[in-house]
């Protein structure tokens, strides 16, 4: 076992991380999928975060062929099918956040290898997926959520925009300017529409689509890094009571009576982002409940009736438990990717009667 396989002390081991990618592998298919499941459909964002987790701990090649499957499914346009069963398209649609989140795999896959060769053979794909994603900006800033593919071919586009979704994509534009400038191929237009972006986050959450009972759309403008210091703790603070059960995890939906390991460990990786590891220790051993025995985790728990529902444990789950374990802990050399500390400033702000102000640029190092 890798000594820097993410474990916190008293809380989850070496050997149950470890545990815990095992599951996540054995249920990849030959193809390097990683599904949500095994037999269950595969989507290119959580199949990106489980690539993650892997590559944090240890597992390097099942997170390299997870990622050489990405560009086998990417059409040329930059998007990707919405849902893939056993190598086939079962839902051709595409959102846009699952085409844009490769940038922030490959960011981390930078920080943790520090592999060139790697950055440089997924740059093509990274770039025409934040080109995708940039394309259906909508004029206030928010990014289109999804787009049809009727017959093979892109049809109409959702002109509505998700709050969570648009968040990751603020997350994944920053991952690609980083990358863009390791790579040394500039990408000014991604930091124009990061720029707006983040200004439809903060000041325009109205226009985007009302998901307010779910809890994504409360902590995600923190964790996607549109939303810090201050302002950030305030509005964590503002829902807590609404999505927290105590001893137990975070609701997905407020008026529904169940909690989720997925979105309870990216809260917790969102308290990471502010600092405030008490709760975010707290909050990670909260969710031990719903660990199975192989290390894999349930999906869920209904806490009146005392079960696990769905009857599953997902592959999603267990990698974003890695992945807070990794940021509390500072394992590896990709912990602190939520954080957003190696991508350099935020965007500059751009709003809709606003000019154009530059950014200064952060030096960051290139590939040679």
Not at 257 to 266: I, R
């Amino acid at each position: 076992m890798s000594a820097d396989v993410p474990r916190l002390e008293g809380l989850l081991s070496a050997r149950q991380v470890a545990a815990t990618a095992r599951s996540i592998v054995g249920a990849q298919e030959p193809s390097g999928a990683i599904p949500w499941q095994s037999g269950a459909h595969t989507d290119v964002w959580n199949h990106v975060e489980a690539a993650m987790a892997l590559l944090a701990a240890g597992e390097v090649e099942a997170a390299e062929r997870a990622y050489a499957w990405v560009p086998t499914v990417q059409r040329q346009d930059g998007s990707v099918p919405m849902k893939i069963v056993g190598g086939e398209v079962a839902d051709a649609s595409s959102e846009t956040n699952m085409g844009s989140y490769l940038a922030v795999g490959v960011w981390h896959h930078w920080l943790v290898r520090r592999d060139s060769a790697f950055v440089r053979r997924m740059w093509p794909v990274v770039r025409r997926g934040l080109d995708h994603a940039v394309s259906l900006q909508l004029p206030w800033g928010g990014i289109a959520w999804s787009q049809e593919w009727p017959d093979g071919a892109p049809g109409r586009v959702n002109d509505e925009a998700l709050l969570a979704g648009s968040s990751s994509i603020h997350h994944a534009l920053r991952a690609g300017v980083a990358l863009a400038e390791l790579v040394e191929d500039p990408q000014p237009e991604w930091e124009l529409a990061g720029g707006r972006l983040a200004h439809a986050i903060r000041d325009h959450e109205d226009r985007f689509l009302d998901k307010a009972e779910f809890s994504m759309d409360w902590y995600y403008p923190v964790l996607g890094g549109a939303i810090r210091g201050e302002a950030a703790r305030r509005r964590l603070a503002e829902r807590w009571d609404t999505f927290v059960e105590p001893g137990l995890g975070i609701r997905c939906v407020s008026r529904n009576p169940w909690v989720t390991g997925a979105e309870t460990a990216e809260l917790v990786l969102a308290l990471d982002v502010v600092g405030d590891r008490e709760r975010a220790l707290r909050l990670l051993g909260d969710l031990q409940h719903l660990r199975h025995g192989d290390g894999s985790y349930w999906t869920g728990y209904v806490f009146p009736d005392r079960v696990n529902w769905p009857d599953e444990q997902t592959t999603y789950t267990g990698a974003a438990v890695i992945l807070a374990v990794d940021a509390l802990s500072l394992s590896t050399p990709g912990a602190t990717i939520m954080r957003g500390t190696t991508l350099g400033p935020a965007f500059a702000e751009i709003g809709l009667e606003c000019g154009c102000p530059s950014a200064d640029v952060l030096e960051r190092p290139r590939l040679s």
